[in-house]
């Protein structure tokens, strides 16, 4: 049977309780009857024959390419970069993607006599792997070849040394990007597409750049004008970027760009309830979820904490396409959207969504309350084309825990930013104005970013700009079962219930709303009429 | 008049610094014009008399009164009417100069009000003072004035000495204490002052020698130890020094208590004044002599204003601790008779004695006390004292006002038996708050019970002190001045009023005493107290912050990051190891934990030495590159927030900041971008391997407080400027040095010794998202060799010695 499109579910009383994702636990809520609950596309079946797939994207590249193999020679420069921890989410299991496509990529330089390799994570201004993430992205053989002979490198935006400035955009923007990516004679960036705002000329413009050169679109305005940033047309955070890959190729770059989508199978068999949906529950899955939930409420949180980091999906690829960087990020959303999208008719008063334990940015971390906000009101509220799943004016109810907490070695910067600079002000263009260039610039930050395993000084103000449109766009944030003080220090509501949260609501859309739950997982694109 | 019998007479006054001496002193410049008054000063440490003689005597506001009657002319009048004269009654001849001698030899009049007061005086020194005092100024006046005779060829005149006594002298009996002399009671023993003397002075020789013994000074060296920890070998030494003195002070209390007691006086105050009376009229000679023998000398009924006091004497710390909760009984019969009088009337009274001069027919006692003729009942104060404060309460730290306890009255021994079970177990349960190894607020608790013990412990020490006084059952009779008083005329009576038939008790209480007690203890008086609280950390805060230049030195283990050089070794170790072989490690430094705590509580820098060995052959440069992911992986994770952002803070505001630890540096290199400067330990280098052997002793101990110095000079700056944060009482010596001492999650010895400095302490936590590990064990490092390095298997070096 093929797999069934997402659909829109319209709450009766005859509808099961909703599951929820609430950080490291889930819950199961019974939605106002009329309620709308929005529903992925079902996992797509993967391709037969990864590696094979893999070899005949690289060998019948899209655009104005060549086939990798005539784009190799004896004596080249030749440099990978792929993408970081943040992708994909959760971390996959073996073997990565990543592992699969360079293989195939080293095999083909081999064959080639190619020697001068080097691989570059591309962090951006994202914390560094650890030497067990990057094993696992890589696999053991790869990671063994390059690592011991210091070729195996992560980009470092701080290290003037190792970043070249390649020019202004007719925009006027810096493009500054790492040295040793720019100077090789081939580029080839592998991507994990795992959302629409992923790959095209984002994946080195951003994920190779400086502050110097990010600064231009991760930035309030830019963020104001994306609607959403999930869709590149409409979305002045791709333009910026799109101008720069377009520099960065007229300066001579050689790229070569290889794109891989997955399909939702995010977890495994025993946590196979998570995407199901709640009517279809078999009696194990009924099982599983009060087994395991009731597991959790019991656990003292470092523990369900590290149980979820530990969980790998089963995620399997479901095209990858090679070649030009803007043919091959077509195909690519072509086949996103083929799983991701939904049609959703209408906005609605009230969405609600519930937060799971990880984001990009906590992945074998802490979700701390700035990650929070940023996933529902960066992330999961900019799922949608054409318009907002919300209507202007309308609430946001979220579901999390909300902690206040912070990995000290991997957000120091977020520790001081919620402490400082959120106690005095949420105003994100007063931020950007007062604080952005104190915290970019820090030595210490700048010291912990390239020595140790913390995301760069400036990373939490922009994990606060990304919450920029819906901010503007929304007359109320709630959050359920949070932390209130965390709550309130983001400058939201809190409430201890939905029905304490509906009624919130309410002073702000009035009585009777509308209500649309965003049901994740599987992670899904709103395409609202 | 008094004011005719005394005018042109010079009257000296010994003891004017004291509170009855104040306020006779004063009395007589306002009320007896035309006297002039010489007062015998001893010199203090700093000041000359003269300059006590401003400061502690004109400057008290007992003059307020005087000098808004006399304005501008004060001055002049004071320079005209009042001089000063070095002299100390505590030695012979009283050290006087020539220029005092001449002076003292001219007076009439005597009035030789200087004693130790205090109840709990140490023999000795009660002996030097009460005993020999009187004696000592009845010698001297002698001597004087046979030299002046000698000189002048007339025959000898001698002064009148009015020696101010106290009615207890005569007291260890019920019923009638008559005005007579010591030597005529029938209830006093016979006691030989001389042997006293030279016993007492005996005691405090032998004493201090006892005090010298090798196991004392250990016993000593122990409760310091135990106090203050490893807080290095100078601030030991004061302490045990100070610790041997006050044991010595302590016991020649307790013998001078345990004398008087079996003697049958209530303390040694009242013991050595009995004796004093003896001596004086033994050794008087000729020299006219008359005692006045004051109960317990209370504030002003109204001269020079009522409630005028000075210091906080005997009924007031009762009373206040009573008002704050703390003492919860107090011994004492409802019916029994507190004898307390006003100091106005006392001072009245020997203004008329000295008008009136010596009784021809010999020596003759005054008693002046209300007992008999204006009894207050206990149970009558006590319901005073109680209404009073249960409306007008004090407040506790928390703003809230507190509930006087209600007394039962009962026996001294019952309360004594309570009190003193209470002190042993809150000094039993604060022994082992110290010995647990806890930090932060939950040490506070220790902190919190050591005042709980000492509040207990005083209000022990005012029943055995007071108890006697309030259960005391003679009457002391005052037939003699009272005759005086109605032999005065009416406007002598009105002005030197000293009936005690006057005083309504009630008012007194009420309107007179309370107010002026409670303004003097400085107690929280409205709910506004912790906003007050507060506002104080609030200002040590800004202090520290401040935009002045400072500069700031912080400790690592504990202080920055909750972690030690034995988890930095055993991560770093654990990192070149198999499983196998990393779990014998980490299994071994465990067992070896309680060792090694030991050795570090006896000597920090012995214990460093001894522990770094064990990173003999330890390749340097592969450590100094796994030091990177130690801060990641442990140290970091146990990094304190806050106290990097208030290191940071310290460098945003311009301060210079400093790291001093015995950590290696290689293992607190990730840290050097915080700090300008970092002391910290190194070791020797062969061949590319550590030896083991430090190239410097760490700087621990008084070396920090040296480093300190150094570095606030070297910015231009003193230790005045200097902040040092630091956790444990082997800093102590940096934080005496420094201006502003920040006391970092202390144990519960140095939350002690913070509270009772008013240092400013902070609770600086982990952050709660980092994972959490028990153990300090390291990632294997990829291409870990499979055989353990030679430097983590000589295990025989590592062994702490």
């Keep these: 049977m093929s797999p069934r499109p997402g659909f829109v579910l319209e709450v009766d009383r005859s509808t099961p309780a909703t599951l929820i994702w609430h950080g490291e636990g889930f819950r199961l809520e019974r939605l106002p009857v009329g309620s709308r609950v929005v529903y992925g596309p079902e996992p797509l079946a993967p391709l037969a024959n990864s590696d094979q797939a893999i070899r ?348 206040w907490e912070f990995n000290p070695v991997h957000h120091p910067s977020y520790i001081d930013f919620f402490e400082q600079v959120l106690a005095e002000t949420t105003d994100m263009f007063e931020i950007e104005a007062k604080y952005e260039e104190s915290y970019a610039t820090d030595p210490w930050y700048v010291h912990l970013y390239r020595t140790s395993y913390a995301y760069h000084g400036v990373h939490p103000l922009y994990m606060w700009y990304w919450c920029a449109h819906a901010l503007q766009h929304l007359g109320r944030v709630i959050v359920v079962g949070g932390d209130r003080a965390a709550v309130h220090r983001l400058g939201f509501s809190s409430a201890s219930t939905f029905a304490d949260a509906l009624e919130l609501a309410e002073d702000v859309v009035g009585r009777d709303p509308t209500i649309t739950h965003l049901h994740v997982p599987s992670l899904l694109m709103a395409d609202v009429t | 008049m008094i004011t005719d019998d005394l005018a042109g007479r010079r009257i000296a006054v010994t003891g004017a610094t004291g509170f009855l001496g104040t306020a006779l002193v004063e009395r007589l410049l306002r009320s007896v014009p035309e006297c002039e008054i010489i007062v015998v000063v001893r010199p203090g440490q700093r000041q000359g008399p003269g300059e006590r003689t401003r400061r502690e005597i004109l400057r008290n506001d007992c003059f307020d009164r005087l000098r808004g009657e006399l304005g501008e002319r004060f001055d002049d009048v004071i320079a005209r009417r009042l001089h000063t004269i070095a002299g100390d009654v505590g030695r012979d001849g009283l050290a006087l100069d020539e220029a005092g ?63 101010v006594s106290t009615a207890y002298v005569n007291s260890g009996h019920k019923g009638d204490a008559a005005e007579e002399l010591i030597t005529s009671s029938k209830f006093v023993s016979k006691i030989d002052w001389r042997a006293e003397v030279r016993a007492a002075r005996r005691a405090r020789a032998d004493e201090d020698a006892t005090s010298r013994s090798p196991e004392r000074l250990a016993a000593f060296h122990r409760s310091a130890r135990s106090e203050l920890g490893a807080a290095g070998t100078a601030l030991l030494a004061e302490k045990t020094e100070h610790l041997r003195v006050d044991w010595v002070h302590d016991r020649m209390v307790e013998l001078g208590r345990g004398r008087a007691r079996a003697l049958g006086w209530p303390d040694a105050y009242a013991f050595t004044k009995s004796l004093g009376e003896n001596a004086l009229l033994d050794i008087r000679g000729e020299l006219p002599v008359t005692f006045v023998r004051p109960s317990i000398v209370e504030s002003a009924l109204s001269q020079p204003r009522p409630g005028w006091i000075r210091g906080f004497r005997m009924a007031e710390p009762v009373i206040i601790s009573y008002a704050r909760g703390l003492l919860r009984q107090f011994p004492g019969v409802p019916e029994g008779i507190v004898d307390v009088i006003p100091v106005d009337l006392v001072v009245a009274a020997l203004i008329a004695v000295a008008a009136i001069g010596p009784d021809p027919s010999g020596p003759t006692v005054y008693q002046v006390a209300s007992g008999v003729r204006n009894p207050l009942r206990y149970g009558q104060l006590v319901d005073l004292v109680e209404r009073w404060f249960t409306e007008r309460p004090l407040y506790d730290h928390r703003g809230q006002p507190i509930v006087v306890p209600k007394w039962s009255f009962p026996g001294r021994g019952r309360v004594q038996g309570q009190l ?191 522990f770094y060995r064990r990173y003999d052959g330890a390749p340097a440069d592969q450590l100094r590159l796994d030091s990177y992911e130690l801060y990641s992986d442990l140290l970091g994770l146990r990094a304190f927030p806050e106290a990097i952002a208030r290191v940071r803070r310290h460098r945003a505001l311009g301060h210079r900041t400093l790291l001093i630890t015995g950590a290696l540096d290689f293992v607190v290199e990730p840290l050097r971008p915080l700090f300008d400067e970092i002391v910290c330990a190194s070791m020797d280098e062969r061949d590319g391997k550590f030896t083991g052997e430090l190239t410097q002793s760490p700087p621990t101990g008084e070396a920090r407080a040296l480093l300190l110095d150094e570095f606030a000079r070297a910015q231009g700056l003193s230790l005045c400027d200097a902040v040092a944060y630091a956790d444990s009482t082997s800093d102590l010596p940096m934080l005496e040095a420094a201006g502003f001492p920040v006391v970092v999650n202390p144990e519960a010895k140095l939350a002690a010794i913070a509270r009772r400095r008013g240092w400013f302490i902070e609770h600086w936590k982990r952050s709660a998202g980092g994972p959490r590990r028990t153990l300090a064990i390291a990632t294997r490092r990829p291409g870990v060799q499979t055989r353990p390095p030679s430097w983590l298997t000589k295990s025989s070096a590592g062994e702490a010695r």
Excluded at chain 1, 78 to 97: C, G, H, Q
Excluded at chain 1, 202 to 207: E, L, M, Q, R
Excluded at chain 1, 270 to 278: A, D, N, S
Aim: glycine share 6%.
């Design chain 1, 56 to 403: 005949h994207a690289l060998d019948n590249p899209l655009g104005d390419s060549k086939p990798l193999r005539a784009l190799l020679y004896p004596g080249m420069r030749l440099t990978i970069a792929f993408d970081d921890i943040s992708l994909p989410l959760p971390p996959m299991r073996p073997p990565d993607v990543r592992q699969r496509v360079i293989e195939a990529v080293l095999d083909l330089a081999a064959d080639s006599g190619v020697d001068d390799v080097v691989l570059i994570a591309a962090l951006a201004l994202h914390r560094r792997m650890t030497d067990p993430e990057l094993r696992h992205a890589l696999g053991d053989r790869v990671f063994e070849a390059f690592a011991p002979h210091g070729l195996l490198l992560q980009h470092d935006a701080e290290d003037p040394q190792n970043l070249i400035h390649l020019g202004f955009t007719d925009h006027g923007e810096d493009v500054e990007i790492n040295r040793r990516a720019a100077e090789s004679d081939l580029l080839i960036y592998v991507n994990i597409n795992l959302s629409a705002m992923d790959g095209g000329h984002k994946s080195v413009a951003t994920g190779l750049a400086s502050y110097r050169s990010l600064k231009h679109h991760h930035n309030v305005r830019s963020m104001m004008n994306s609607h959403s940033f999930m869709d590149m047309h409409h979305s002045e955070l791709h333009s910026s970027n799109w101008r720069m890959g377009r520099l960065i190729a007229e300066s001579g770059v050689k790229l070569f760009q290889i794109e891989t989508t997955l399909n939702t199978d995010t977890f495994p068999e025993q946590l196979g309830f998570l995407q199901k949906r709640e009517w279809e529950w078999s009696l194990r899955d009924r099982a599983s979820f009060l087994a395991t939930s009731s597991a959790l409420e019991r656990m003292p949180g470092e523990l369900s904490r590290r149980i979820f980091h530990a969980v790998r999906a089963p995620h399997d690829l479901t095209s990858v396409q090679a070649g030009a960087v803007e043919a091959v990020h077509e195909s690519t959303l072509a086949n996103l959207y083929r799983q991701q999208l939904v049609e959703v008719s209408g906005q609605t008063d009230v969405l609600t969504m519930g937060l799971p334990y990880i984001g990009p940015y906590n992945v074998n971390s802490t979700m701390n309350p700035i990650l929070v906000a940023c996933l529902g009101l960066g992330y999961f509220f900019n799922l949608y084309r054409g318009k907002p799943l919300v209507r202007e004016g309308g609430v946001v109810i979220i579901s999390h825990p909300t902690p």
């Design chain 2, 101 to 163: 001698r001449a002076l003292l030899g001219s007076c009439d009049i005597v009035i030789h009000a200087a004693a130790s007061v205090t109840f709990d005086a140490p023999l000795d020194g009660a002996v030097e003072v009460n005993l020999l005092g009187p004696s000592r100024v009845a010698d001297t006046l002698r001597e004087l004035a046979a030299e002046r005779a000698a000189r002048e060829g007339v025959a000898e005149s001698l002064p009148h000495l009015i020696a």
């Design chain 2, 420 to 610: 003193r079970r209470a002190t042993r177990a809150l000094g039993a349960a604060e022994r082992l708050v110290n010995s647990l190894p806890l930090r932060g607020e939950r040490a506070e608790g220790g902190a919190r019970l050591e005042e709980r013990r000492v509040q207990a412990e005083r209000a022990l020490s005012y029943v055995e002190l007071y108890g006697a006084y309030s259960e005391t059952e003679a009457r002391f009779r005052m037939d003699r001045t009272v005759r005086l008083f109605e032999s005065l005329d009416a406007a002598d009576r009105a002005a030197f009023c000293f009936d005690p038939a006057v005083i309504d008790w009630r008012q007194y209480i009420e309107d007179v005493h309370l107010p002026s007690v409670v303004e003097h203890a400085r107690v929280r008086t409205t709910a506004s107290g912790k906003r007050t609280m507060a506002s104080r950390e609030e200002r040590s805060l800004k202090a520290i912050l401040s935009d002045q230049p400072r500069c700031a030195a912080f400790d690592l283990e504990n202080t920055l990051i909750a972690s030690n050089v034995v988890e930095s070794y055993a991560w770093l170790a654990t990192r070149h190891l198999e499983r196998v072989e990393r779990a014998r490690l980490v299994a071994g430094l465990l067992a070896e934990g309680p060792k090694l705590l030991r050795l570090d509580r006896r000597d920090r820098s012995d214990f460093l030495r001894a």
